[in-house]
Nanobody, 128 residues
Framework: VQLQASGGGLVQAGGSLRLSCVAS??????????IGWFRQAPGKEREGLACNNPMGGQIYHSDSAKGRFTVSRDNTKNTAYLQMNSLKPEDTAVYYC????????????????????WGKGTQVTVSS
Protein backbone atom coordinates (compact mmCIF):
# COMPACT_ATOMS: atom_id res chain seq x y z
CA VAL A 1 0.00 0.00 0.00
CA GLN A 2 1.26 3.44 -0.84
CA LEU A 3 -0.16 6.84 -0.31
CA GLN A 4 0.60 9.67 -2.66
CA ALA A 5 0.31 13.29 -1.75
CA SER A 6 -0.02 15.65 -4.71
CA GLY A 7 -0.99 19.19 -5.48
CA GLY A 8 2.10 20.96 -4.28
CA GLY A 9 3.84 23.66 -6.24
CA LEU A 10 5.14 27.18 -6.20
CA VAL A 11 2.78 29.83 -4.88
CA GLN A 12 3.15 33.42 -3.76
CA ALA A 13 2.68 34.39 -0.15
CA GLY A 14 -0.99 34.79 0.62
CA GLY A 15 -1.97 32.21 -1.96
CA SER A 16 -3.67 28.86 -1.57
CA LEU A 17 -3.03 25.25 -2.48
CA ARG A 18 -5.05 22.10 -2.03
CA LEU A 19 -3.12 18.92 -1.46
CA SER A 20 -4.64 15.54 -2.22
CA CYS A 21 -3.84 12.17 -0.71
CA VAL A 22 -4.80 8.97 -2.51
CA ALA A 23 -4.01 5.31 -1.88
CA SER A 24 -2.47 3.07 -4.53
CA UNK A 25 -1.38 -0.52 -4.73
CA UNK A 26 -3.57 -2.63 -2.50
CA UNK A 27 -6.14 0.10 -2.15
CA UNK A 28 -7.33 1.03 1.27
CA UNK A 29 -10.77 2.44 1.71
CA UNK A 30 -9.54 5.56 3.40
CA UNK A 31 -12.94 6.45 4.80
CA UNK A 32 -12.36 3.94 7.58
CA UNK A 33 -8.99 5.26 8.70
CA UNK A 34 -7.37 8.31 10.19
CA ILE A 35 -5.43 10.53 7.80
CA GLY A 36 -2.51 12.49 9.18
CA TRP A 37 -0.81 15.41 7.48
CA PHE A 38 2.80 16.33 8.10
CA ARG A 39 5.50 18.52 6.66
CA GLN A 40 9.25 18.73 6.77
CA ALA A 41 11.06 21.94 5.97
CA PRO A 42 14.72 21.93 4.93
CA GLY A 43 16.96 21.40 7.93
CA LYS A 44 14.03 20.90 10.28
CA GLU A 45 12.34 17.94 11.87
CA ARG A 46 9.09 16.65 10.52
CA GLU A 47 6.06 18.43 11.97
CA GLY A 48 2.57 17.08 12.48
CA LEU A 49 -0.08 19.43 11.10
CA ALA A 50 -3.44 17.76 11.37
CA CYS A 51 -5.34 14.54 11.67
CA ASN A 52 -8.73 13.68 10.29
CA ASN A 53 -10.32 10.73 12.06
CA PRO A 54 -12.72 8.60 10.04
CA MET A 55 -16.48 8.40 9.95
CA GLY A 56 -17.08 11.92 11.16
CA GLY A 57 -14.64 11.61 14.01
CA GLN A 58 -12.58 14.30 15.65
CA ILE A 59 -10.32 16.50 13.56
CA TYR A 60 -7.18 18.00 15.05
CA HIS A 61 -5.06 20.89 13.78
CA SER A 62 -1.73 22.09 15.08
CA ASP A 63 -1.33 25.68 16.15
CA SER A 64 0.60 26.42 12.96
CA ALA A 65 -2.24 25.00 10.85
CA LYS A 66 -5.22 26.25 12.81
CA GLY A 67 -7.20 28.92 11.00
CA ARG A 68 -5.34 28.51 7.70
CA PHE A 69 -5.30 24.78 6.91
CA THR A 70 -8.35 22.56 6.70
CA VAL A 71 -8.55 18.81 6.29
CA SER A 72 -11.38 17.05 4.52
CA ARG A 73 -12.24 13.88 2.65
CA ASP A 74 -14.15 12.83 -0.42
CA ASN A 75 -15.05 9.23 0.28
CA THR A 76 -16.47 8.79 -3.21
CA LYS A 77 -12.98 9.44 -4.57
CA ASN A 78 -11.12 7.71 -1.73
CA THR A 79 -9.16 10.92 -1.36
CA ALA A 80 -8.21 13.15 1.53
CA TYR A 81 -7.41 16.83 1.21
CA LEU A 82 -5.41 19.49 2.96
CA GLN A 83 -6.63 22.94 1.96
CA MET A 84 -3.98 25.54 2.71
CA ASN A 85 -4.84 29.23 2.63
CA SER A 86 -2.91 32.41 3.42
CA LEU A 87 0.33 30.63 2.77
CA LYS A 88 3.55 32.06 4.15
CA PRO A 89 7.17 31.54 3.11
CA GLU A 90 7.69 29.55 6.31
CA ASP A 91 5.15 27.02 5.04
CA THR A 92 7.72 25.94 2.45
CA ALA A 93 8.27 22.22 3.02
CA VAL A 94 7.65 18.76 1.71
CA TYR A 95 4.15 17.74 2.73
CA TYR A 96 3.17 14.17 3.52
CA CYS A 97 0.01 12.29 4.25
CA UNK A 98 -0.17 9.10 6.26
CA UNK A 99 -2.77 6.68 7.45
CA UNK A 100 -3.11 3.99 10.04
CA UNK A 101 -5.43 1.01 9.94
CA UNK A 102 -4.91 0.16 13.59
CA UNK A 103 -5.73 3.31 15.51
CA UNK A 104 -7.24 6.75 15.23
CA UNK A 105 -5.58 10.00 16.21
CA UNK A 106 -6.00 11.22 19.77
CA UNK A 107 -4.66 14.64 18.94
CA UNK A 108 -2.35 16.37 16.50
CA UNK A 109 0.13 13.70 15.44
CA UNK A 110 3.73 14.14 16.53
CA UNK A 111 6.31 14.66 13.84
CA UNK A 112 7.89 11.32 14.74
CA UNK A 113 4.55 9.56 14.52
CA UNK A 114 4.67 5.93 13.50
CA UNK A 115 1.57 5.91 11.35
CA UNK A 116 1.35 2.74 9.31
CA UNK A 117 1.44 3.92 5.70
CA TRP A 118 3.12 7.03 4.35
CA GLY A 119 3.04 8.87 1.07
CA LYS A 120 6.06 10.11 -0.83
CA GLY A 121 5.36 13.75 -0.24
CA THR A 122 4.79 16.78 -2.38
CA GLN A 123 6.88 19.95 -2.40
CA VAL A 124 5.24 23.23 -1.46
CA THR A 125 7.24 26.38 -2.04
CA VAL A 126 5.90 29.76 -0.98
CA SER A 127 7.67 32.80 -2.36
CA SER A 128 7.68 36.14 -0.59
Amino acid sequence: VQLQASGGGLVQAGGSLRLSCVASGFTLDLKYYAIGWFRQAPGKEREGLACNNPMGGQIYHSDSAKGRFTVSRDNTKNTAYLQMNSLKPEDTAVYYCATDTLSNCRGVPRGDSRMEFWGKGTQVTVSS
